[in-house]
């Protein structure tokens, strides 16, 4: 199985930010057709209520345009027969670390897969991660895990009157969530994420119960986030060179 470090850095800000060492790295989202209009990453977000939203809505160039670089590639299906052409093209690419398939965007309506999606993409990678939305509960995760999932990141942003809400207001719930994942199934392996700013709030994180650790939106800000990982890679306990 392919390595993939306990510290992840994801999309949108992690498609423009290089390999950092000690770390893995999620690209996409991508969908089957190119989804023009990725300026709007910039262009809309705004920071309200010590938040940040965003209306990007899956903006991207398209399956095609992926690149064999080592990386998890995130992807989405507006219709379940997407997978077959986006199964296809991925094959044909090599290294490929992981599929995450991202069922979560506020500013998208996209939810299909199922049993036999999941247990195609493993002839691609052994790495297959289902990003949640925000707000689940425990019984929306065993339906995911009823069909075969058994590695979840959590979560997205929150959907809202002002757009997509990533940061610190997103922490709470999805602490929460982990903590009752992990006494429900503790061999459930979780990505968490949402807030994290700080290595007190990757701890917190770490206590719940993640076994991995998504950076997103303080991705904004190349000296926290440069500061974060390298004290990461100071920790021993972490051990951030094993794979899952």
Not at 36 to 53: A, C, D, F, Q
Request: with cysteine; charged share 20%.
């Amino acid at each position: 199985m392919s390595m993939i470090n306990k510290i992840i850095l994801s999309p949108p800000f992690s498609n423009i930010y290089p390999k950092i060492k000690g770390t893995s790295k999620i690209v996409g989202t991508y969908t089957k057709n190119k989804r023009p209009g990725l300026h709007r990453v910039i262009t809309t977000l705004r920071y309200k209520n010590r938040s940040i939203y965003n209306n990007v809505g899956l903006r991207n160039p398209g399956i095609d345009k992926v690149k064999s670089c080592g990386n998890i590639v995130s992807i989405s299906l507006f219709e379940k027969s997407d997978w077959i052409y986006i199964k296809n093209t991925l094959l044909e690419k090599e290294n490929i670390l992981g599929i995450e398939f991202n069922i979560s965007c506020p500013n998208a309506n996209i939810s299909n897969i199922n049993r036999n999606i999941l247990e195609e993409s493993r002839s691609i990678t052994e790495n297959i991660i289902v990003k949640l939305p925000h707000d689940l509960n425990l019984d929306d995760i065993k339906k995911y895990e009823d069909i075969g999932a058994n590695f979840f990141h959590i979560s997205n942003t929150k959907k809202t009157d002002y757009g997509a809400m990533s940061g610190k207001k997103l922490k709470t719930n999805n602490l929460s969530l982990i903590s009752e994942i992990k006494n429900y199934n503790e061999n459930i392996k979780i990505i968490g994420g949402g807030g994290i700013y700080s290595i007190e709030d990757l701890n917190d994180y770490k206590i719940a119960g993640s076994d991995y650790f998504s950076l997103s939106t303080i991705l904004l800000n190349p000296f926290r986030t440069y500061s974060i990982i390298n004290h990461m890679s100071q920790y021993q306990q972490l051990d951030l060179d094993h794979n899952i």
